[in-house]
Each structure stands twice: as C-alpha cells, then as structure tokens.
C-alpha cells in the first residue's frame, strides 16, 4: 500500500511546507511506487542498520539535480534531510549495474564515517529500479555556488582560511580511513550554517585497496590530478591535487579553465601541464600550497596532514596578525620559527 506520508506538504521548523505541484506529485508518486518498503527487499551486508524506515520520511520539493540523481528537501524522523533519488534507466542495462554499484558503494563509505567535516549519512532504502540515500540538510547549498554569487578575488583570507582547513580536515579524516574521494571540487563540498563546509557525494569514491581505473568520470575534468585523467594507477594524492584546484577557487571565486570545455582542459593539463594562472596578488603562502598540491608528481604533493597542519599555523599568525600574509615567505627560515611561536609562547 501506497505510503500517503510522503506527500504531505512538509513543515519545517514550524513553517508550513511547500504542497507538492501536480508534476512534482506525479513524479514523487511514480517513484514511490519502487520506494514505499515492504521490508521484503532488505539483505546484505549492514542494510539491516542503514534501511530507512520509509513511513518516517516525509518528501518536499526537488532543489537540485546530479548527472543520475534527483535531490528533494525532506523530513525524516523530525529532523530535515536532503534525499537523494536515483533511478536506473530501463533501456541501459550497464548503466543501471553502474548506478546500482555506485549506490551500494557510497551507502557502505558514508555509513561507517562519522566527522563534522564530513556529510552525516542518515539512511538509505533500495529498491530497484529506484535507490534512495538520506543525508542530513546542509542548507547553505554548495560551496561552488556560493562563490559564484561572490565577485572574483573577493572572498576575504580569514574565510578562505576557515574553508580551506574545514576541506582539509575532513580530508584527513577520509584518507585516515583509507578512502579516496576521487571528485573533490567545489560542487561536491557543501555549506551549513555559519559557513561549516563538509565533504559530500562519495558516488565515485574507493578504498585505496581496492580502486580500479576512473574511466568515463569526464564531468570532473577540470578538478582532476592528470594521472587519473591519464586512467593510471592512482593513490590519495589525487585528491590533494584537487583540493588545489579549489583552493584556487576559493581565493579567485572562478571556475578553472573557464574558457576550455572539459576535454580541452583535459589535454591542456596532461599534455601541457597547464594549470588555471594564480593571481599576481595571491598571497605567498596560498601560492605556494597551491603549487604543492597540483605539482605533476604525485610524490610532491603534500599530505593532508601537512596541509591542515600548515592552515592551522596560518590561521594562529593570522589571528595574531591580520597582516600575516603580507610578511609571509615560503620555505625560509621565518616559517620554520613560525611553527614553534605557540610553544614557545606557551612554554614560556
Ligand atoms: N545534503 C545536502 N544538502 C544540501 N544540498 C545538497 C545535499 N546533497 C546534495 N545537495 C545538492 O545537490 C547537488 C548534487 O548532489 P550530489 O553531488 O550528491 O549528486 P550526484 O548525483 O552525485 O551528482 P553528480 O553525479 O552530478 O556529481 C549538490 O551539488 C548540492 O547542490
């Protein structure tokens, strides 16, 4: 039986919800045909803990879409969440494998993750052709279109500070779990309330034990270290390469290689080592993180213990001294000694 919960206009924090229009409940009733659970359907390993139990979810309005997913705002156990839909198409059997390969793998990543830079998984449901992921609301949408509302080179370096080691940290804790995230950019990393960023869609991410090739991912290209793009062997730091890239973002409120298609910036970063120009006035210690992250070699790039390690560092001088950035020269002696003013402040 049909589970009318669902289409309830939804209230949240006390303000009536949007009812549902004709078209958005005729798809939302088309989908809850695979999605209303009999219980019948759940196996595997750990469904029994992440199945949602749909006649708690209360489904309100699409707000955003993805390559092979629908997002809605929701309630679910009183609490707002964002619900992935993704269907499998009828008439493309490997996409629909793809999809539902993705889907297991990304329930089974999120599940086990628990960081405040890090999206909070809430439940899932499968119930092929249609999967369904909850995950809690973060209702500052994502970080891409917040600097897309931003003047270019206007967001100020306390704030690309504060975003860069919220990235930062949730990355360590990713990689300190074994995972690649595979495509990190500003899309993928999403803005709560007083600005917090967290990590989020794991739809492509891997155990570093267990990744294949990154093949068919064209839609990340211009966030891609150059070995992925290139389908070679892979490790962590190609995500260190792509949070580059969005350290970049965050200092110009740019898109990379604007003016290249995807493939174009592709080619442009395999064949040229062509990389998006740093502002003349981008401060030192930014620049030179950023050349660190997105050097060619894998090997070069720093871990993201170092990077959090090195924002934490800048964020104290900062805080100690809002002209930190002006004075600040790489790789000398000056930034050794600056690692050890805490302590030797403290220990005094
Ligand atoms: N929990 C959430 N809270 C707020 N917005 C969200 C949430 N989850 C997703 N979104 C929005 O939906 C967009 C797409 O989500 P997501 O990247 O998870 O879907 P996807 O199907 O994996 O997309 P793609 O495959 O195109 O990367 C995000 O960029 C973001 O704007």
């Known amino acids: 039986m049909r589970n009318l919960n669902w289409f309830k206009p939804i209230s949240i924090n006390g303000k009536p919800g949007r ?15 695979y999605l209303v659970s009999s219980g019948a359907e759940i196996k595997g390993e750990d469904e029994e803990e992440w199945s949602a139990d749909m006649s708690q979810l209360f489904i309100g309005f699409k707000f955003a879409t993805g390559r092979h997913s629908r997002i809605y705002r929701g309630v679910y156990k009183q609490r707002e969440v964002a619900i992935k839909l993704i269907s499998q198409p009828e008439q493309d059997e490997n996409l629909a494998i793809f999809l539902e390969n993705q889907f297991i793998s990304e329930v089974a990543l ?37 600097l ?22 949730g990355m360590r804790y990713l990689h300190s ?43 990340t290209y211009r966030w891609m270290a150059p070995e992925m793009i290139k389908e070679k062997h892979h490790t962590k730091k190609v995500d260190v390469y792509s ?54 070699n894998p090997d ?21 001294d809002p002209k930190f950035f002006c004075h600040y020269v790489p790789s000398s002696r000056y930034t050794t000694a600056l690692k050890c003013l805490p302590k030797c402040i403290t220990e005094q």
């Not at 604007?258 to 120009?277: G, H, S, Y």
């Not at 720093?302 to 805080?319: G, K």
């Open 19 to 33: 009812r549902l229009s004709l078209g958005e409940y005729e798809r939302a009733v088309s989908w809850s045909k």
């Open 110 to 146: 999120l599940f086990r993750l628990r960081h405040p830079n890090i999206i909070t998984f809430i439940a899932a449901c499968k119930k092929p052709p249609v999967f369904c992921i909850i995950t809690e609301y973060m209702s500052g949408g994502s970080l891409r279109k917040y």
């Open 148 to 169: 897309h509302q931003q003047e270019p080179h206007s967001v100020p370096l306390n704030l690309v500070l504060k975003l860069a080691l919220d990235i930062a940290r």
């Open 177 to 219: 779990q074994g995972i690649l995230h595979r495509d990190l950019k500003s899309e993928n990393l999403l803005l709560g309330e007083d600005m917090c960023v967290k990590v989020a869609d794991f739809g492509i991410s891997c155990l570093e034990s267990q990744c294949r090739s990154a093949k068919g991912f064209t839609g």
């Open 243 to 296: 949070f580059g890239i969005v350290l970049w973002e965050l200092l110009t409120a740019l898109t990379p290689f604007d003016n290249m298609t995807p493939e174009q910036a592709a080619f442009a970063v395999c064949q040229k080592n062509a990389r998006p120009p740093l502002p003349s006035a981008c401060p030192q210690a930014f620049c030179h993180m950023i050349k660190k992250c997105w050097s060619k």
């Open 300 to 320: 070069k790039r720093p871990h993201f213990d170092e990077i959090v390690s090195n924002l934490e560092t800048y964020m104290e001088a900062y805080n100690e």
